[in-house]
């Protein structure tokens, strides 16, 4: 007798979880360009700047000197101490090497906390628009992402009322993520504090995103949750990554500071799943945070500078509104006024827009509000002025199709 096997041959876990929308708008857009198209592309979440050559040189000589073994699972204590050296000088802030793990990535980072905490059948709040990645993370970790809708008329602001309505004795997490992908709003620092409170009130921790720490414009100065009061630490967990503050995307280098009991568990699961961040990355790593920070400043400027084109010009096409952000390096304008019946979704739209005008751009849908598009600023400076021409274009031909 043949075997019959159940039809479900992947995991439960993954029912829930869905493609990243950013990565499949990479995925088009690079099949026109193979095609010989020329595309201008705004989907991507990655600085268009080189890993600086001081942190090149580092990884070159790291190869070199053979540090190409195995390191602790939780980065070397000389990567730990360089990334609490940078919280210290930056933020004045003391933690202790066991409360800080280096990661893969923020994405290994933000994966691995929530394998610690969550249990299924726990919440997580998660104010939206949000980073495709958050609520799939849950997904996977089998908890229930309790999504909290931010107001684009009031800047996508995250307050403590808002989040304090949502939270209940379910909720075992509030993922916060300051500056955000994909609108760039900032939590104004009193806020979040007051969120932390209340959350370590109730024994609910608070994971901060703090991968676009460092890009603020307008003055603002970088704020980081690792600084709460000494009574709030055992609550309170930073996310944080090399990629986008050192144009180190691809060399995967991440870390988390939280609770020494929390990293502790992070490291039992990392020693089982991909053990260290690559040596060589780790090396590069400890160049980047304690090298000189010129760069950094450099690509901040140049981002800011790019916002300041882009804002103004997207608001200047009749019908298109955009909130003008203070931090990461996207832009989040409002498109509900072209939405109809023959173009239902921000997902239609950036079809539209990519297939006929070449401008790639990532919806809205997959942040967790539709109506919008994600335009990514990381991007060189004609290539913007470039998009904002097509899509004008692109704009005034759907208008008169209607
Ligand atoms: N957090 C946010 C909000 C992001 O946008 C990203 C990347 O796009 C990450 C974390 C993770 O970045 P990485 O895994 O490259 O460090």
Redesign the pocket.
């Known amino acids: 007798m043949a075997l019959v096997k159940s039809a479900r041959l992947f995991a439960q876990r993954l029912q829930n979880v869905e493609e990243s929308s ?1 990565m499949q708008v990479m995925i088009a857009a690079q099949k026109l360009k193979s095609e010989g198209v020329e595309v201008v592309d705004l989907g991507a ?2 600085p268009d700047f080189n890993t600086p050559e001081n942190i090149k040189e580092a990884g070159k000589r790291a190869i070199d000197a053979n540090f190409t073994r195995y390191t602790p699972a939780v980065g070397v204590a000389p990567l730990r101490d360089a990334i609490l050296r940078r919280y210290r000088e930056d933020f004045g802030v003391e933690r202790k090497r066991d409360e800080v793990i280096a990661t893969v ?6 994966f691995n906390t929530l394998l610690a905490l969550i249990d299924p059948g726990d919440d997580v709040i998660i104010p939206a628009p949000y ?1 495709v ?1 958050f609520p799939q993370v849950v997904h996977l970790c089998g908890g229930r992402p309790v999504i909290v809708e931010t107001s684009p008329e009031q800047g996508f602001s995250i307050t403590s009322e808002l989040i304090h309505k949502h939270m209940s004795d379910r909720t075992k997490l509030v993922i916060l ?1 300051s500056p ?2 994909p609108t760039g709003a900032v939590i104004a620092p009193g806020e979040f504090l007051k969120i932390c409170q209340l959350a370590a009130e109730r024994e609910i921790y608070v994971l901060s ?1 703090e ?2 720490q460092v890009f603020l414009y307008d003055g603002l100065q970088p704020s980081t949750a690792a600084a709460v009061p000494e009574h709030l630490r055992r609550w309170v967990i930073v ?1 944080g ?4 503050t050192y144009a180190m ?1 691809g060399w ?3 870390y988390t500071i939280g609770p020494s009991e929390l990293v502790s568990q992070m490291a039992k699961i990392q020693g089982h799943e991909t053990s260290n961040p690559t040596s060589i990355a780790q090396a590069a790593g400890i160049e980047a945070l304690t090298g000189p920070q010129d760069s950094v400043r450099e690509m901040i400027r140049e981002y800011e500078r790019r916002r300041n084109f882009l804002v103004p010009a997207l608001n200047h096409i009749p019908g298109v509104r955009c909130f003008t952000p203070q931090g990461a390096f996207y832009v989040y304008p409002d498109i509900r006024a072209f939405l109809h019946e023959g173009l239902k979704t921000s997902d239609d739209f950036a079809g539209r827009l990519l297939s006929e005008a070449h401008v790639a751009v990532t919806p809205g849908s997959g942040f967790g509000m539709d109506g919008f598009i994600r335009i990514s600023y990381a991007a060189a400076y004609t290539a913007l002025e470039e998009a904002v021409r097509r899509l004008a274009n692109f704009l005034r031909s759907l208008e008169s199709k209607r």
């Open positions: 950013t979440g990655e990535g923020g994405k290994h980072s933000i980073w990645t993520n955000c992908n995103d991968c676009y996310s990554s090399l990629s986008k995307t995967r280098l991440g």
